[in-house]
């Protein structure tokens, strides 16, 4: 089973490139989150972290 | 606004509520009973001695019933109440739920029939046979199926953090189960795992891991995050961070697998990366940490009173202690130490009985009386229940903390004159007793806490009734799926749970591809050996042997490149000796010493002797004897299709081998019973001839089981001939 993705796979060169590709993608994606979260309305976060504690009839969600 | 109204289903949360109790204790039982081996092993030897209570098949039962029994009845409990609620809709399928159930139930039922007669596929943590492997993949399919199928008839628009934690938990847990468990199955109980020696290693640890990081904490922060602010009645302290400590753990926990393979023979580029990763890890998992404990902000008062947040302020702790001391142990000048010593073992239990086991038991307090609409029986024995269970953690773990500590270090001392301070390895064992002693009571304490949390829970359970139906009503909402223009990005995958799975499955994807893909592809990470050769039948045989005793759960095969451990074991172990090894053995704890060089360095009736009465043999010993392995017949009537399995794997037996390979194994197996027989004193032959004798013992198990042991680390001794 594993034969057929290695066989693909071994023509790959430079293959200890791919940690640090995936460590370069870490680092954009979580400044990507920071940035992002960072800038989320006040009101939408307290809309959200309400949510377990809201038992009753759900009155925020508006038709749209 | 239109009102709509439908109901909870709380019958499936009290089932799972009760399985939780029920393998819980049996898991700790289980605990407790090899706890105490290791401090009376001259009780269990003299009266106990029974194959299917010995350590080595009776750990993989505790591992087992603590993660998938109690723990995962545990997760299912929490998600099947907090799940119906943060959607505010009843679970999708009612008959899916209870299949799920039962169909869990049932495996665990299989785990138990199987581990103690040793049925086992000998890899840590992932122990069943492989036909119990689909059956686990297939109930976790059902409850995903069930999840996804909720969530999507969902009433309200956003899906909460918890949510996200169980969606990652889903398609994780998923991944790792299925790319783990790929085995050839021999027979009905017996298969192969498709990797070999390193490659295994690295799957199995990257599997290993993240069995903690998906399993026993993903799913556990999502109870957290819906748990911990029901029960402080107040929201989550930061909703942000808690979307940072999201994307920031999932993505780095899957990378961390390496640090349990330190200083063995995988590439030190992987090894790196464990390391690099598993540092990084502190900060999102302490942001958890903090968020849920600061949730608790202004209601600190309230700790005292209730005896559900004493729980969870317990288990918070004990998440944040084991989540520091994680990255510490995964530096190399400390895992030089704590490598297969106790302190591995107190590191787990602050994580299991302390943030997995006190969140449960705080989880359980506060369930009961609201489905049962009541109050809890007794609040003084809760509280009691509380103190009993911390002061079972504290006894259980400090010991342990300073036994491995010591061991440690006794293994590495060195006299002057360049010789080990402690050669015999049984002294170092022998110096931990107390701590043994000890820590037995840590475990007993505990284990006494949860029987009374059971009573406590049965008669709050008996003093209601049980509301197996809760009335809810919701907004009917329309175009709950629709996005807005120029809208932030989470706020559209957080609607959107599919799309979500695939992000969290490409985000757990890529460290996964990162490490194993080179590992399994690039030659020069397993530089082959010429003198290393497949096993011979026999070997081959009491290598299956060695798997179904668990001995690896006491001995390592893997001496590190450090001098204490070359002086104390021999030459350090090299990737290219394990390629013939499906599935690979080389151990997390050392309660024996090594075995990776033992092939040679004892005599045959040393061995035939030491597995007959270990404590005769090596005084102190605390390994239980292998008496069976003396009387019963070495089953060879798969030997066959063993072999073949072999060569599909790819070893390179000669075409046709299966059929004589029986023979093969005769042979040597005969030889092994002379040269026991004859190093037999006279007077222990019990008045028959030596060729009786000989017949008598050359079919036994115990025959194999030396041959594998003679066999141990012995191909890279040869000496090729200079052309």
Known sequence: ?64 | MEVEKFSYDNKIVRNFAYATVIWGVTGMLVGLIIATQLAFPEFYNDYLGFSFLSFGRLRPLHTNAVIFAFVGNGIYMGVYYSLQRLLKTRMWGDKLSYFHFWGWQFIIVCAVATLPFGITSGKEYAELEWWIDILIALMWVVWGFNMFATILVRRVQHLYVAIWFYIATFVTVAMLHIFNSFELPVSFFKSYSVYAGVQDALVQWWYGHNAVAFFLTTPYLGLMYYFVPKAANRPVYSYRLSIIHFWALIFIYIWAGPHHLLYSTLPDWAQSLGVVFSVMLIAPSWGGMLNGLLTLRGAWDRVRDDVMLKFMVVALTCYGMSTFEGPLLSLKNVNVISHFTDWTIAHVHVGGLGWNGMLTFGLLYWLFPKIYRTNLYSTKMANQHFWIATLGIILYAIPMYIAGFMQGLMWQDFNPDGTLTNPDFLKTVNELRPFYYLRSLGGLLYLVGAIMMFYNLVKTAKSGVLLANEDAEAAVTKNLHVSHKGEYWHKVIERKPIQFMVLSLVVVAIGGIAEIIPTLIVKENVPTISTVKPYTPLELEGRDLYIREGCYNCHSQLIRPLRFETVRYGEYSKSGEFVYDHPFQWGSKRTGPDLAREGGLRSNIWHYQHMYRPKVVSPGSIMPAYTWMHDDDLDVSILDRKIRAMQTLGVPYPKGYDKIALKDLRKQAHEIAVDIVENTPKSALKGLNKQAKIKEIEKKEIIAIIAYLQRMGKDIKVKVPKK
Request: charged share 20%; net charge neutral; glycine share 2%.
């Open chain 1, 1 to 64: 089973m594993l034969r057929f993705i290695k066989y693909n796979l071994e023509s790959i060169g430079s293959v200890e490139w791919y940690p640090l590709f995936s460590l370069l993608i870490f680092v954009v994606f979580f400044i990507i989150v920071v940035l992002r979260v960072t800038k989320m309305s006040k009101a939408h976060v307290i809309e959200l972290s309400d949510l377990p504690l809201n038992d009753k009839i759900d009155t925020n969600i508006k038709d749209l």
